[in-house]
């Protein structure tokens, strides 16, 4: 193969990289993303109205862990993958909101009003099994002021752009006190990513962003109701790792000993 043929195509790749790298939409995604503030507190005086028009105070809602979930709901982007990732945990997770929990869904969009929220909740619920549990899943608006309060305190960034948002895609977990406990990043998560983050805020104990890989590294004690690291499973880990090593080893001294023959 004439390396040299790439050379065109992965200049125009760069070029249009650059071009696009120069552009204001590209400066803004760059700016936009959360500001991790694990340990601070989310603005309690933050004023909600909610799915029956009432306007009540985050602290009102906020009386056990919750999963804070950022949104604006005309979004034609991640926000609706990311609440069919929320509604798939729900289903999936054994434990119960508003028993063990909170979903909280805000709408960031200050033109938004409940009556939109209220739509989409159904919406999602329609795709639920779980429906009776779903129930339980609050949607809220609120103006922008109490919208500018609560995102700055959790360190939500976004801005508007021709009429949408550029804006970070995840959850935030709460304490029941408010603390910021740790931030869940994309738009789908593992019943295990939700479980451990719920059990570390119902303690109180921060963390950094969840990782996939605290799936392989840990598992639930039920006895103990907390997370152990599983010494089988990272071993296993280890050992095949080291197994693959020697056989990548060994494979290529074979081909440089074929080599070194034919000679």
């Not at 040299?4 to 249009?16: A, D, E, I």
């Not at 039920?222 to 020697?246: D, E, H, P, Y």
């Amino acid at each position: 193969m004439n390396y040299l043929k790439l050379f065109p195509v992965l200049f125009v790749w760069l070029t249009g990289i650059n071009s696009f790298c120069q552009t204001p939409l590209f400066d803004k995604q760059m700016q936009v993303s959360f500001d991790e503030k694990q340990g601070q507190f989310a603005a309690l005086d933050t004023k909600l109205i909610n799915e029956n028009g009432d306007t009540v105070l985050l602290k009102d809602v906020l009386d056990k862990p919750a999963i804070l979930n950022l949104v604006y709901y005309e979004c034609a982007g991640t926000c609706s993958p990311l609440m069919f990732g929320v509604s798939k945990f729900i289903d999936q997770l054994d434990l119960k909101p508003g028993k063990d929990y909170e979903v909280l869904t805000i709408s960031f969009d200050p033109s938004e009003r409940i009556d939109l929220g209220i739509k989409k909740k159904a919406a999602y619920i329609s795709t639920m099994q779980n429906k009776e549990a779903a129930k339980d899943w609050h949607f809220f608006v609120a103006d922008s002021t109490n919208i500018a309060k609560l995102t700055k305190s959790v360190g939500f960034n976004y801005e508007k752009i021709n009429n949408q948002y550029v804006h970070p895609t995840g959850l935030i977990a709460l304490g029941s006190d408010g603390k910021i406990i740790r931030y869940l990043r994309g738009i789908e998560f593992l019943p295990f990513d939700i479980k451990i983050t719920l059990v570390e805020a119902a303690k109180g104990k921060i963390g950094p962003s969840i990782n996939r890989l605290l799936a392989v590294c840990y598992s639930y004690d039920t006895k103990g109701n907390q997370f152990v690291f599983n010494v089988t499973r990272v071993s296993a880990i280890i050992i095949f790792f080291f197994v693959f090593l020697l056989f990548l080893y060994l494979s290529l001294s074979r081909i440089n000993l074929k080599t070194r023959l034919n000679k």
